[in-house]
């Protein structure tokens, strides 16, 4: 009785502490300390414990960046190994072993022909793509084409929350209060059958829409950045099947640069290694993140080709150096977590086995689509997204907050999910068993059938 005690004392404490000294990220604070948050302790496979012992499957991979499960042997003892050799030394002016180790093996599993060849590190999703819009519009401006200084993104799109990672973004909800901070960009619609006024016709639509854009604003591009086949933040956003070869065959027709950010899309969420993979489409700069450590450390990378690559160099004097770094740039323990995580990819055949289980994925939807409530199902390997709706298919008030409050009731089922409005987000962990997976969308569909 004593140890129960203490430990519900012990939750009280940290709530408290918590609502007195944090600021939560993309969170309404005023009703957050207003709400009692669960306080995560530990993390098994794919669950996560909360400091009371309850047990909650991680729905949401720790949003959409755990890979294998928590506490894998495989991982811990690369970080263990790496601390005893050293945590931390800089790549500005310096090399490290296990950054090099890890480029020469991220390279060759993130190209389709090898295009891909040069590795530049940093520390999240929004960096990654920050970086590549800063090279892009270098690349040019060393070509000796000033004039290209423009950026096209999708509506909907979500690329990060540094300056110039949110200019690229389409999402009011998200961006519009920065809109006097930002670069201007020009924004296409989202290839999304089920939003687009040309339905299975969307993904023709919105190239026809971009070949004028490029044709219009012809040696003005700098590139086309996008999200490959899904975009997460924006609502799950599946797009029409041969979009993104269609507008690689696109940016290569007007010679504008492609940026892929995969920083949600890779590592397995999509059924592919890369969202890319999926139609043969080798871009000219992708970012990575979120999974690259298995969701274990911060870390990220933009990827790029050797044409790219060339045009920096030169003399200290032309001007023509990338003047871009972080303190962490390529931390070795991050590294090292990061070349374990690929290499357990391939041990464990983690793409492979996924087939079965997106299926899994697949069958379930379908049994949760007449619920009067479901509105629409999303899925892209194992990101989902699920609409919530009146019974008359009428949204629901956005003051209510019905998504935020499913999701809450979620936890009664030992389920952590998240809303993004009235969707409901699933993106379990690439390497989730079946077994788990099958009780976590059953309980989702538990949750939504009990709700209303």
């Given at each position: 009785?004593?140890?129960?005690v203490?430990?519900?004392?012990?939750?009280?404490?940290?709530?408290?502490?918590?609502?007195?000294?944090?600021?939560?990220?993309?969170?309404?604070?005023?009703?957050?300390?207003?709400d009692?948050?669960?306080?995560?302790?530990?993390?098994?496979?794919?669950?996560?414990?909360?400091?009371?012992?309850?047990?909650?499957?991680?729905?949401?991979?720790?949003?959409?960046?755990?890979?294998?499960?928590?506490?894998?042997?495989?991982?811990?003892?690369?970080?263990?190994?790496?601390?005893?050799?050293?945590?931390?030394?800089?790549?500005?002016?310096?090399?490290?072993?296990?950054?090099?180790?890890?480029?020469?093996?991220?390279?060759?599993?993130?190209?389709i022909?090898?295009?891909?060849?040069r590795?530049?590190?940093?520390?999240?999703?929004?960096?990654?793509?920050?970086?590549?819009?800063?090279?892009?519009?270098?690349?040019?401006?060393?070509?000796?084409?000033?004039?290209?200084?423009?950026?096209?993104?999708?509506?909907?799109?979500?690329?990060?929350?540094?300056?110039?990672?949110?200019?690229?973004?389409g999402?009011?909800?998200?961006?519009?209060i920065?809109?006097?901070?930002?670069?201007?960009?020009?924004?296409?619609?989202?290839?999304?059958?089920?939003?687009?006024?040309?339905?299975?016709?969307?993904?023709?639509?919105?190239?026809?829409?971009?070949?004028?854009?490029?044709?219009?604003?012809?040696?003005?591009?700098?590139?086309?950045?996008?999200?490959?086949?899904?975009?997460?933040?924006?609502?799950?956003?599946?797009?029409?099947?041969?979009?993104?070869?269609?507008?690689?065959?696109?940016?290569?027709?007007h010679?504008?640069?492609?940026?892929?950010?995969?920083?949600?899309?890779?590592?397995?969420?999509?059924?592919?290694?890369?969202?890319?993979?999926?139609?043969?489409?080798?871009?000219?700069?992708?970012?990575?993140?979120?999974?690259?450590?298995?969701?274990?450390?911060?870390?990220?990378?933009?990827?790029?080709?050797?044409?790219?690559?060339?045009?920096?160099?030169g003399?200290?004097?032309?001007?023509?150096?990338?003047?871009?770094?972080?303190?962490?740039?390529?931390?070795?323990?991050?590294?090292?977590?990061?070349?374990?995580?690929?290499?357990?990819?391939?041990?464990?055949?983690?793409?492979?086995?996924?087939?079965?289980?997106?299926?899994?994925?697949?069958?379930?939807?379908?049994?949760?689509?007449?619920?009067?409530?479901?509105?629409?199902?999303?899925?892209?390997?194992?990101?989902?997204?699920?609409?919530?709706?009146?019974?008359?298919g009428?949204?629901?008030?956005?003051?209510?907050?019905?998504?935020?409050a499913?999701?809450?009731?979620?936890?009664?089922?030992?389920?952590?999910?998240?809303?993004?409005?009235?969707?409901?987000?699933?993106?379990?962990?690439?390497?989730?068993?079946?077994?788990?997976?099958?009780?976590?969308?059953?309980?989702?569909?538990?949750?939504?059938?009990?709700?209303?």
């Amino acid at each position: 009785m004593t140890d129960k005690v203490d430990v519900s004392h012990r939750s009280d404490r940290l709530r408290r502490t918590d609502q007195r000294c944090l600021w939560h990220p993309f969170t309404p604070m005023r009703l957050w300390l207003a709400d009692e948050p669960v306080v995560i302790e530990r993390g098994e496979g794919f669950w996560l414990i909360d400091t009371d012992g309850r047990r909650y499957i991680d729905g949401v991979s720790s949003l959409w960046c755990n890979v294998h499960g928590h506490r894998v042997e495989q991982l811990d003892e690369a970080i263990r190994g790496q601390l005893d050799k050293i945590a931390h030394s800089t790549l500005l002016g310096l090399a490290c072993d296990v950054s090099i180790e890890l480029a020469e093996a991220l390279l060759p599993v993130a190209s389709i022909g090898g295009e891909l060849t040069r590795v530049f590190y940093s520390d999240s999703g929004s960096e990654a793509v920050e970086i590549a819009l800063k090279i892009a519009y270098q690349y040019w401006q060393n070509k000796g084409q000033p004039k290209r200084r423009r950026f096209i993104a999708l509506r909907e799109g979500y690329h990060g929350d540094t300056v110039g990672s949110v200019s690229l973004g389409g999402i009011d909800l998200f961006h519009k209060i920065y809109h006097p901070l930002l670069f201007e960009t020009i924004f296409v619609d989202s290839p999304c059958p089920q939003f687009h006024p040309a339905g299975e016709n969307a993904g023709e639509a919105v190239l026809d829409q971009l070949d004028v854009v490029m044709r219009t604003h012809r040696g003005e591009i700098c590139a086309v950045t996008v999200e490959p086949l899904i975009q997460g933040a924006g609502g799950m956003l599946t797009h029409a099947r041969g979009f993104l070869q269609g507008l690689r065959e696109l940016t290569r027709r007007h010679d504008v640069l492609l940026i892929a950010d995969e920083v949600a899309t890779g590592f397995g969420r999509t059924g592919r290694m890369f969202a890319c993979h999926h139609e043969g489409v080798a871009c000219d700069l992708m970012c990575m993140a979120k999974g690259l450590t298995g969701g274990y450390l911060p870390l990220a990378a933009t990827l790029t080709t050797e044409e790219i690559f060339e045009a920096f160099l030169g003399e200290p004097t032309e001007g023509k150096t990338f003047y871009h770094g972080h303190t962490y740039t390529g931390n070795a323990l991050a590294c090292a977590v990061a070349l374990a995580s690929l290499k357990r990819f391939q041990t464990e055949r983690v793409i492979e086995r996924m087939a079965p289980k997106i299926d899994l994925i697949t069958r379930r939807l379908a049994e949760m689509r007449p619920l009067p409530n479901v509105a629409r199902t999303r899925q892209c390997g194992f990101m989902v997204g699920i609409d919530l709706a009146r019974a008359d298919g009428k949204p629901f008030d956005l003051a209510a907050r019905t998504g935020a409050a499913v999701c809450q009731a979620a936890r009664r089922c030992g389920i952590i999910i998240r809303p993004l409005g009235d969707t409901v987000v699933l993106m379990p962990a690439p390497a989730m068993d079946a077994e788990t997976l099958d009780r976590l969308l059953a309980g989702v569909t538990e949750t939504i059938d009990a709700f209303f």
